[in-house]
């Protein structure tokens, strides 16, 4: 697969479990670690002029600056990038943020658990699931 999954995580820990994951999966990740930055990819801006649409964002909702939900808002108010499926990734556990971000067009939540055994677990399960069973839009429908 050479459509990337951009990673929207500010903690570097979590991000390079991940990634270390993501290596075994067959799965090219593109990491950025802020709103912003997740922002500037999605609308190729600056740095990120010539990025390929990703085929799934996996996003952190707690994020310095422009927040998660923000983030998550922003691309799915965009007929261009609505499709793209967004997976919010989070420790947090609090109701308010889980029905706040399936209301804003989430199309999962994924606790995020300790790095170890269930982040591995959590890891294959997301990619079992989103990369082998479900059907992800073409670039064609996601305006690439």
Excluded at 17 to 45: H, K, N, T
Excluded at 86 to 96: K, L, P, R
Excluded at 102 to 121: C, E, M, T, V
Aim: charged residues 20%; glycine residues 6%; hydrophobic residues 40%.
């Amino acid at each position: 697969m050479s459509v990337p999954l951009l990673l929207v995580e500010d903690s570097d820990p979590d991000a390079e479990a991940l990634e270390r994951i993501a290596r075994r999966l067959p799965l090219p990740v593109v990491r950025v670690s802020d709103g912003e930055s997740a922002l500037d990819y999605l609308y190729r801006r600056g740095a990120y002029a010539a990025a390929r649409k990703p085929c799934l964002v996996l996003l952190d909702l707690h994020l310095p600056g422009i927040g998660g939900r923000q983030v998550l808002s922003t691309l799915k108010a965009d007929p261009r990038l609505r499709p793209i499926p967004v997976i919010i990734y989070s420790s947090s556990q609090d109701a308010e943020d889980v029905d706040g971000a399936y209301a804003d067009g989430a199309n999962s939540y994924l606790f995020k658990p300790q790095i170890g055994p269930q982040l591995q677990a959590t890891a294959e399960a997301l990619y079992a699931f989103w990369f082998q069973a479900a059907r992800l839009p073409t670039p064609e429908a996601q305006g690439a």
